[in-house]
């Protein structure tokens, strides 16, 4: 039997593109393209929306754990970076795997795996260079940061800060994906958070920014200065969400009685976002 061309819509979700996976397989049909719901766009080819059905995402992720272990959360990761077409090239590489086995795992030039452990690797990279450069601001007593980071890091950085802040009540709010993370009195979620704006600091929280850099002048060696070498330790596009860097007219307190822009987001109170544990595999580099 020939394999049918098609183009699937799914709804965005880790287990959305398993389904994509298990469909192909059932229906022979060769997926050309895998867009979630809000990239879809006119073609000539056909479209077939998948529905996420939860077993059929269980019993593609069980396969490939019998290939290996740390597959499942290897795709977990590339699901979380800001690779383009994603979709496709997991589902590629997850076609080859079944074909040959894990051996594949060991090829690490390989067309349809080098690809994934290149954008694997550049989110993990982010997301150390993110635990060092994230910089809280507090609002009433809750420590609130703003983030803009190429991958979705936030369940990365989600047990590095909610164990060094467990006592505390925070969230990191990631602006491109419009999503925050929520921590209070040791409970932790991942939820959307669309068209938010951080509150203007209050005149102690400006005081104490202002006070920051010039900390941060005073301290430097002019006669040392390397504008090129902290441009490589500390890339320039993280400069705006760090207070170090901000300028003068974020540093001065707002006017007395001023509103806020946004209310702070409420306590946690939803769906756990997917867990994503440490990975030692022979196969992803950390």
């Known amino acids: 039997m020939s394999w049918r061309e098609i183009i699937y819509q799914y709804d965005g979700s880790f287990e959305g593109i398993l389904c994509c996976i298990f469909e192909s397989y059932t229906q022979k ?16 080819f056909e479209i077939r929306r998948i529905t996420t059905d939860r077993e059929h995402a269980g019993r593609i992720y069980r396969s490939l754990r019998k290939i290996s272990p740390d597959v499942g959360p290897f795709l977990r990761r590339v699901y979380l ?7 496709l090239l997991m589902y590629r590489f997850v076609a080859k795997l079944y074909r040959e086995g894990a051996p594949l795992l060991r090829r690490f030039t390989d067309n349809d ?10 989110m993990n990279g982010e997301a150390h260079l993110l635990k060092g ?3 809280f601001s507090e609002f009433d007593g809750v420590l609130a940061s703003e983030i803009t980071p190429k991958n979705r890091v936030l369940p990365l950085l989600r047990s590095h800060f909610c164990d060094r802040y467990r ?14 993370l929520l921590y209070s ?17 209050s005149a102690e929280e400006a005081t104490y920014r202002l006070l920051w850099r010039r900390f941060y002048e005073t301290i430097a060696i002019r006669e040392r200065e390397n504008p090129r ?14 207070t170090e860097f901000q300028t003068d007219g974020s540093l001065i307190p707002p006017p007395e009685g001023s509103p806020a822009d946004a209310a702070l987001p409420a306590a946690p109170a939803a769906k756990p976002a997917p867990v994503t544990p440490s990975i030692r595999g022979p196969f992803l580099p950390v």
Do not use: Q
């Open 81 to 87: 970076t800001a690779l383009a077409e994603k979709e």
């Open 229 to 242: 070498l902290r441009m490589s330790n500390m890339p320039k596009r993280f400069w705006d969400n760090m």
């Open 29 to 44: 049909e060769l997926p050309t393209a895998i867009v979630c719901d809000e990239e879809l766009e006119p073609c000539l």
């Open 133 to 135: 450069f994230i910089r």
């Open 185 to 201: 009195r040791g409970v932790s979620r991942i939820v959307p958070l669309e068209a938010f704006s951080m509150a203007p600091p």
């Open 167 to 180: 006592n505390e009540a925070f969230f990191i709010y990631d602006k491109t994906h419009a999503e925050a």
């Open 113 to 122: 795996y080098e690809p994934l452990l290149k954008a694997v690797r550049h």
